[in-house]
Nanobody, 118 residues
């Protein structure tokens, strides 16, 4: 099994920065791509940023130029550097990973709350 544990969330003022981390453990050889999703109250979950096992990245238009996703395969850790935060970035942020065998987002963390005050 694969376990994903997020950390680094918190309360920040608009314009500030936060860095989220996601530590992977267990049968991590089963992991391929990784990503950050978020869900705000009353809204559907949305993809924020994704990174392939080879380091190719993709971002939602709403965070391009402000957020940076990266992964350290030696440390089995995924990161999300968030700069120029806006109140609309307030959400629960989830780390996710695909299973190599299926290509599906089968692994999820418990979430980290990010709150941006205006």
């Amino acid at each position: 099994q694969v376990q994903l544990v997020e950390s680094g969330g918190g309360l920040v003022q608009a314009g500030g920065s936060l860095r989220l981390s996601c530590a992977a453990s267990g049968t991590i050889f089963r992991i391929d791509a990784m990503a950050w999703y978020r869900q705000a109250p009353g809204k559907e979950r949305e993809s924020v940023a994704a990174i392939s096992s080879g380091g190719k990245t993709a971002y939602a238009d709403s965070v391009k130029g402000r957020f940076t996703i990266s992964r350290d395969n030696a440390k089995n850790t995924l990161y999300l550097q968030m700069n120029s935060l806006k109140p609309e970035d307030t959400a629960m942020y989830y780390c996710a990973a695909t299973r190599i065998a299926t290509g599906l987002w089968d692994y999820w963390g418990q979430g980290a709350q990010v709150t941006v005050s205006s």
